[in-house]
């Protein structure tokens, strides 16, 4: 009797364990999100050949175009590095660049946000030099600017994730542009093949470099007094500071 009894009670455990779960239990089981910290790498991203050019920590290997130090004028300020915008409206004197490589075919994945009605920009190629005041004299731009509370209207190749004073922007969709204050996710993809520049997902600027319509609006007029602009194929990464504070984080590239 004892016998029959412990059989019968251990074949009710078993089908309670056999059975299938309620719906309410197969809600809870989820999927958990996956977050990557602001300024860090994944393993995949390493093995891939991104480095970071900043650690959310400290301005090292950033200085001042054509100086030996950081300038006053960049902060760390929680995992981001800040332009205060100490120049007063010019676009001379306040940029920095990375010092320590050069970079030629790359791409390059920054996050950002600008104050309102500012304006900056991402630069690459940059030589230094005493003939070079800034590195808008040789270097190609990123434009980085409040699209929606400039005080003046812009012109389309003024206008945010432009190829600045060369190729027009394609700013249509919804989210693409955010306000100031808000983070965007910036690209730049350079190989003499063919480059683009993105924004929030979306491709802004597409153009072949060193082609007959790269060299006709690079010959256009609006460089004629920077002769070394766009003569480079390789130089440094720079960030402007042109009078508006505007913060920088998540810089990483690897090259191509």
């Known amino acids: 009797m004892k016998k029959s009894y412990l059989l019968g009670a251990l074949f009710l455990v078993g089908a309670w364990s056999c059975a299938p779960s309620s719906e309410k239990e197969e809600e809870v089981v989820t999927e958990e999100e996956i977050v990557i910290p602001d300024n860090s790498l994944t393993d995949e991203e390493r093995a891939d050949g991104w480095m970071l050019l900043f650690d959310g920590e400290s301005m090292e290997g950033w200085r001042a175009f054509n100086g030996d130090t950081t300038p006053s004028n960049w902060i760390i300020e929680d995992g981001a590095m800040k332009g205060l915008g100490a120049t007063g409206g010019s676009d001379i004197g306040g ?8 970079f030629e075919e790359f791409e390059m994945e920054f996050t950002w946000k600008i104050s309102p009605g500012g304006n900056s920009g991402v630069f690459y190629h940059v030589v230094e030099g ?3 005041k800034a590195p808008y004299y040789t270097g190609p731009e990123y434009q980085v600017i409040d699209q929606i509370g400039f005080a003046q209207p812009l012109e389309k190749w003024q206008s945010l994730a432009a190829d ?12 693409i542009v955010k306000p100031a204050g808000e983070w965007n996710v910036s690209r730049i993809i350079f190989t ?13 600027v597409e153009f072949v470099p060193y082609s007959e319509d790269w060299t006709a609006k690079r010959n256009s007029g609006k460089w004629n007094d920077f ?3 766009k003569i480079a194929k390789k130089g440094l990464i720079a960030l402007q500071d042109h009078g508006d504070p505007v913060w920088f984080k998540n810089i990483k590239i690897r090259t191509r």
Do not use: C
């Not at 600045?164 to 989210?175: K, Q, T, V």
């Open 95 to 102: 940029d920095i660049v990375f010092g320590p490589m050069e």
């Open 192 to 204: 003499e093949e063919g480059a683009s520049y993105w924004l929030n997902g979306k491709k802004t």
């Open 164 to 175: 600045y004073a060369m190729y027009e922007p394609d700013l249509e969709g919804e989210g």
């Open 130 to 132: 005493p003939d070079y």
């Open 227 to 229: 002769p070394d602009y």
